[in-house]
């Protein structure tokens, strides 16, 4: 199983930017998007279920990032709008076992990850 996450970059506050993760090797349930920014934990950001339900967020994200997933191309995506500066962090895409479609929050709910990537907000 492999997790290719991209997009990430330096962003103007204000500004919007579109994640994408390549998943390979399997396929999977839920997948979402954790973050963690210097010196900080793990972050659940969203996540979407193959069942088709609505979507979940974290509290801060308040309407400003959609999660969308392609099943026949196993990629997730992550629309990022209004970005802030404490949005600054590594974003990395998990996912979940093909048999599991209930979203849960928790970094240990999810076997599969990816390497990260960076996304930098300037003020």
């Known amino acids: 199983v492999q997790l290719q996450a991209s997009g990430g970059g330096l962003v103007q506050a204000g500004g919007s930017l579109r994640l994408s993760c390549a998943a390979s090797?399997?396929?999977?349930?839920?997948m979402g998007w954790f973050r963690q920014a210097p010196g900080k934990g793990r972050l659940f950001v969203a996540a979407?279920?193959?069942?088709?339900?609505?979507?979940k967020y974290g509290d801060f994200v308040k309407g400003r990032f959609t999660v969308s997933r392609d099943m026949a191309k196993n990629t997730l995506y992550l629309q990022m709008d209004n970005l802030e500066p404490d949005d600054t962090a590594v974003y990395y895409c998990?996912?979940?076992?093909?048999?599991?479609?209930?979203?849960?929050?928790?970094?240990?709910?999810?076997?599969?990850w990816g390497q990260g990537t960076l996304v930098t907000v300037s003020s």
């Open positions: 998990a996912a979940r076992g093909s048999r599991v479609t209930v979203i849960h929050t928790a970094s240990q709910s999810y076997v599969h």
């Open positions: 090797g399997g396929t999977f349930g839920v």
């Open positions: 979407i279920s193959s069942s088709g339900g609505s979507p």
